[in-house]
């Protein structure tokens, strides 16, 4: 099945974009959890063209995540509560209706809210969505949640919460989830602005967690009985799993803040167990009781960095890491060295051309759906913000 995609944004060629060729995500094979990396063939070492930026649909409210079904629906979420379906062909265009809206707690100028999205890898079958959320607790505390919906007759019901009480705030609340290639649901959790939280393996904040698709402990978790992944996180964003190694990689942000600890953002490779140091160390101090991030953007620089995800399609750029960056307004890329551990190449994408960029997705034709969130309190929104992009790189 092939979709047409709808008006063109403003582009660097004004040509015509390529469709969506098919119509579902295909699963990389299943390596154990925390694989050791091997070297594989590297990207291309130099920098990617922009062929062409596409606007898929408009008028969306800070939307954060989002995952395309096999059916051709791509599912967007916004902060607000509600999860939007966004359609190609000769329905193109966002649908009034939400799929489904939450009892999620949003603000304007804060990060909590309506935040990521995961399709059931087995989604044909089972119709399952998973999103995660900030509510209001009794006695007015922000807390967290991981649910499962069911899709019904194009909509989303019989909420089932599978993971509750992660610590949350007005900002710092991660959110990101996403399936791995083992089957395991990976979740993104920040530290809720108390720092002390990503050392502390008692609680859920800070860090990464992996689950089973019904929300229980994997019996081959680094820490038994415990969800707990990783630790000594500040706010993860972005997830992704390279496509030859199948080893995950995140974005996480620094303290940029906080003078004189400046911006340090991250990208980081994730291993079983492993302590990525906040709040006691920053930016790359060499402790051997901690992991190192891969990249980072030192004391001046701010990417505040988004979802994430890699080329997986065959070509010059399979294996390029991509992000969003919000602060930074491009979408970055990176080509790891061979061994995954260092940085081969670097560079900035649609710099300062649609704002604040929230979310990167690899479509199944190897274009990237993007999301922009200048609506989100912290941008500047054009009239028809905010906007799901599809952008061709060669």
Same mark, same amino acid.
């Given at each position: 099945?092939?979709f047409a995609c709808?008006?063109?944004?403003?582009?660097?060629t004004g040509?015509?974009?390529?469709t969506?060729?098919?119509s579902?995500?295909?699963?990389?094979?299943?390596?154990t959890?925390t694989?050791?990396?091997?070297?594989?063939?590297?990207?291309r070492?130099?920098?990617a063209?922009?062929e062409?930026?596409q606007?898929?649909a408009?008028?969306?409210e800070?939307?954060?995540?989002m995952?395309?079904?096999?059916?051709?629906?791509l599912?967007?979420?916004?902060?607000?509560g509600?999860?939007?379906?966004?359609?190609?062909?000769?329905?193109?265009?966002?649908?009034?209706?939400?799929?489904?809206?939450?009892?999620a707690?949003?603000?304007?100028?804060a990060?909590?809210?309506?935040l990521?999205?995961?399709l059931?890898p087995?989604?044909?079958r089972?119709?399952?969505?998973?999103?995660y959320y900030?509510?209001?607790?009794?006695?007015g505390?922000?807390?967290?949640r991981?649910?499962?919906?069911?899709?019904i007759?194009g909509?989303?019901?019989?909420?089932?919460?599978?993971?509750?009480?992660?610590?949350?705030?007005?900002?710092?609340?991660?959110?990101?989830?996403?399936?791995g290639?083992?089957g395991?649901?990976?979740?993104?959790?920040?530290d809720?602005?108390?720092?002390?939280?990503?050392?502390?393996?008692?609680?859920?904040?800070?860090?990464?967690?992996?689950?089973?698709k019904?929300g229980?402990?994997p019996? *081959?978790?680094?820490?038994?009985? @415990?969800?707990? %992944?990783s630790?000594g996180?500040? +706010?993860v964003? =972005?997830?992704?799993?390279?496509?030859?190694?199948?080893?995950l990689y995140?974005?996480?942000?620094?303290?940029?803040g906080?003078f004189p600890?400046c911006?340090?953002?991250?990208v980081?490779l994730?291993?079983?167990?492993?302590?990525?140091?906040?709040p006691?160390v920053?930016?790359?101090?060499?402790?051997?009781?901690?992991?190192?991030?891969?990249a980072?953007?030192?004391?001046?620089?701010?990417?505040?960095?988004?979802?994430?995800a890699?080329?997986?399609?065959?070509?010059p750029?399979?294996g390029s890491?991509?992000?969003?960056?919000?602060?930074?307004?491009?979408?970055?890329?990176?080509v790891?060295?061979?061994?995954g551990?260092?940085?081969?190449?670097?560079?900035?994408?649609?710099?300062?051309?649609?704002g604040?960029l929230? *979310?990167?997705?690899?479509?199944? @034709?190897?274009? %990237?759906?993007?999301?922009?969130s +200048?609506?989100? =309190?912290r941008?500047?929104?054009?009239?028809d913000?905010d906007?799901?992009?599809?952008?061709?790189?060669?």
């Amino acid at each position: 099945m092939t979709f047409a995609c709808a008006q063109p944004a403003t582009g660097p060629t004004g040509t015509p974009a390529p469709t969506l060729s098919q119509s579902a995500r295909t699963s990389p094979p299943a390596p154990t959890p925390t694989p050791t990396p091997t070297p594989t063939p590297s990207p291309r070492l130099g920098p990617a063209v922009v062929e062409n930026v596409q606007l898929i649909a408009s008028g969306l409210e800070a939307p954060w995540g989002m995952a395309l079904a096999p059916d051709g629906r791509l599912f967007v979420t916004e902060r607000p509560g509600r999860v939007r379906i966004v359609r190609f062909g000769t329905r193109a265009g966002l649908e009034a209706q939400p799929w489904a809206t939450l009892p999620a707690r949003a603000n304007p100028d804060a990060e909590r809210g309506l935040l990521g999205i995961a399709l059931d890898p087995d989604f044909s079958r089972s119709g399952f969505v998973y999103l995660y959320y900030s509510y209001a607790a009794p006695g007015g505390a922000t807390l967290n949640r991981l649910v499962r919906l069911h899709d019904i007759s194009g909509a989303g019901t019989d909420e089932k919460i599978l993971l509750d009480n992660i610590p949350g705030s007005s900002n710092h609340d991660g959110g990101r989830i996403e399936f791995g290639p083992d089957g395991k649901l990976y979740v993104a959790t920040g530290d809720g602005e108390q720092q002390a939280r990503a050392q502390d393996r008692s609680s859920l904040g800070g860090k990464i967690l992996r689950l089973e698709k019904d929300g229980s402990v994997p019996a *081959d978790n680094p820490f038994p009985g @415990s969800p707990v %992944f990783s630790l000594g996180h500040r +706010n993860v964003q =972005g997830l992704a799993f390279h496509p030859d190694t199948g080893v995950l990689y995140e974005t996480e942000h620094g303290p940029s803040g906080f003078f004189p600890a400046c911006c340090q953002d991250e990208v980081n490779l994730i291993e079983a167990g492993a302590n990525y140091g906040w709040p006691i160390v920053t930016g790359k101090p060499g402790d051997p009781r901690f992991r190192d991030p891969i990249a980072w953007s030192g004391n001046i620089d701010t990417w505040a960095p988004s979802g994430a995800a890699f080329a997986t399609r065959p070509g010059p750029l399979r294996g390029s890491f991509l992000f969003a960056a919000l602060r930074g307004q491009h979408m970055h890329r990176i080509v790891f060295t061979p061994d995954g551990r260092g940085v081969a190449f670097e560079e900035r994408l649609i710099v300062n051309q649609y704002g604040r960029l929230r *979310d990167v997705y690899e479509t199944p @034709s190897g274009e %990237f759906l993007v999301l922009t969130s +200048n609506r989100d =309190g912290r941008g500047r929104p054009a009239a028809d913000d905010d906007r799901v992009l599809l952008v061709t790189l060669r």
